[in-house]
């Protein structure tokens, strides 16, 4: 992947709302948009995954699809908020 595209996008709003320490440091750093896009293949290639090994234990595809966003988000794009 070269851009962003919806979770990365996504991963950014919500990265800039709750974590703007951060995003302050990876921009001074040049690396916002490097881990924006690591995040948002990391979380693809792991819902991928989990999609299909849930789809072999018997969930339906929308089923599958679910579990796997709830397992995947809070690990890559939807990080827990700064403490203030």
Excluded: C, F
Aim: without cysteine; proline residues 5%.
């Amino acid at each position: 992947m070269s851009g962003l595209l919806a979770y990365g996008r996504m991963a950014e709003a919500h990265w800039r709302e709750h974590l703007p320490r951060m995003v302050r440091d990876l921009e001074a750093q040049g690396r916002l948009q490097q881990a924006l896009i690591e995040a948002q293949e990391q979380a693809t290639a792991e819902m991928d995954h989990l999609i299909r090994d849930l789809s072999r234990q018997g969930l339906n595809p929308q089923q599958a699809h679910d579990r796997a966003w709830e397992l995947v988000r809070e690990k890559y794009l939807l990080l827990p908020p700064e403490q203030t």
